[in-house]
């Protein structure tokens, strides 16, 4: 056991990130909220202040060489983007500013494909970004809401998700992973089976990931969404990938510079892909940067990260189940690092304030998931969310703490 954590040497990876040299509350900072999002490494930092220090210009527009380094650099950090997710052509990719802009780039672009009475299917595992663009796409067409409940454990109930399926089905969303819960979702099963009847299929990514490495034609996903910020590169800066069909299919979500091929003042035509869905400036430096953090987290090794961070998952919930009255929400087996509890009795924002007290950052609060807090008829959770660079001497300090915390509190 000793010998696989060895295989990610995670003191020497610790060094890649500044911040976690810092102190908060004058105790080492202990970062464990990075569900909400990842730390930045130095070679993430460095891409940033290399593209503003050396060759800042606009893309796809000049003839400068400025402009010119930019938009190969921009290019190129599409065609990373591409290669990881394993999208047949790099026009498949659409950089958007993060998970919720592309959710509804696809939800906007639906408007005119569905008619009243038609149905969408959605989880019941679902961030609210992943939740609302559908209800407001609902309203505009008249199409119907259906929810995949789930149960106890936090696994969704797949026996009625199959007697949802009809033919009246056009699009199916989900999550690959939780964010609230940590619970991996049978995303092939859900796929195979809407594709049955003749429905789309969008995955949100945002959780998976920083943990695992989609494979979108493997999948045969007909959209998947994801943002930098969660897999160590910045904020403001995402993508979509989209089947080339469906890309087609679906109308620009903004007009503006950018996305056009030619403008007159009776009619404009619009740029072919990925430009058509990418109007004005785009975050140049963030798509560059996201490229770098796809680079570094690849040379870490997905595998290596799944493994590593299971571990801290297995111990994680092995030290905090010891503490009595706590809960834990989210029990499947198929899980990622992501621990949410409660301590009996108490509010988890009480829990949060001594622990951050204690260095310690923890996300307390409904995790933009209110309807999964409504199924256990609770404020919210603490949630701990494990990464790679994290350890088991921070995950003893996280015990301590919340140990602190009951004693203060009870
Ligand atoms: C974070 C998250 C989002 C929203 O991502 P943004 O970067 O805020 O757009 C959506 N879905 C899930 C599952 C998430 O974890």
Redesign the pocket.
């Known amino acids: 056991m000793q010998k696989e954590i060895d295989m990610l040497d995670v003191q020497k990876i610790r060094k890649d990130f500044p911040i976690l040299n810092r102190q908060v509350n004058g105790k080492p900072l202990v970062y464990f909220d990075n ?2 999002t990842s730390q930045t490494p130095k070679v993430v930092i460095d891409a940033i202040v290399d593209y503003y220090s050396n060759y800042n210009a606009n893309i796809h527009r000049g003839v400068h060489t400025l402009s010119q380094e930019a938009t190969d650099a921009y290019e190129i950090a599409r065609n990373k983007v591409q290669q990881h997710f394993n999208a047949m052509h790099s026009y498949e990719i659409i950089l958007t ?5 592309s ?1 509804n780039i696809v939800a906007t672009g639906f408007t005119n494909l569905l008619s009243e009475g038609d149905e969408i299917i959605v989880s019941a595992l ?2 609210h ?2 939740i609302v663009p559908w209800q407001m796409l609902c309203e505009r067409t008249g199409a119907i809401l259906k929810v995949i409940p789930m149960n106890e454990e936090g696994e969704l109930l797949m026996d009625v998700y199959d007697q949802l399926l009809s033919d009246k089905t056009k699009l199916v969303f989900t ?1 690959h ?3 609230a819960l940590g619970t991996i979702n049978p995303i092939e099963e859900i796929i195979t089976k809407a594709h049955k009847v003749g429905a789309a299929v969008l995955i ?1 990514g ?2 998976s990931c920083p943990h695992i490495k989609p494979d979108v034609q493997a999948l045969d996903v007909d959209f998947y969404v994801a ?1 930098a ?2 897999l160590c590169g910045p ?1 403001g800066v ?1 993508m979509l990938y989209g089947k080339e069909e469906w890309l087609n299919k679906l109308p620009p979500y903004q007009g503006g510079g950018e996305m056009i091929e030619q403008v007159t003042f009776e009619k404009t035509t619009y740029a072919g892909l990925p430009h058509k869905f990418e109007a004005g400036t785009p975050n140049i430096c963030g798509g560059i940067a996201f490229g770098a953090a796809l680079d570094y987290m690849n040379s870490i090794g997905f595998d290596n990260i799944a493994q590593y961070e299971n571990e801290l998952l297995a111990y994680g919930t092995q030290k905090l189940l010891e503490i009595e009255g706590l809960r834990i929400y989210g029990t499947s087996k198929n899980k990622t690092s992501v621990i949410s509890f409660n301590l009996e009795g108490i509010h988890p924002y009480d829990v949060g304030t001594i622990v951050d007290k204690l260095g310690i950052a923890v996300r307390t609060g409904h995790h ?1 998931a209110q309807p999964i807090m409504d199924f256990y008829k609770i404020p919210g959770t603490i949630r701990a969310s494990f990464s790679f660079y994290n350890t088991k001497e921070e995950i003893d300090a996280l015990v301590e703490a919340v140990k602190k915390a009951k004693m203060m509190l009870s």
Do not use: P, R
Request: aromatic share 0%.
């Open positions: 569900a909400a500013s993060g998970t919720t802009h959710i679902e961030h970004s992943n999550n992973i939780s964010n949100d945002a959780q943002s910020h969660k904020t995402g933009c």
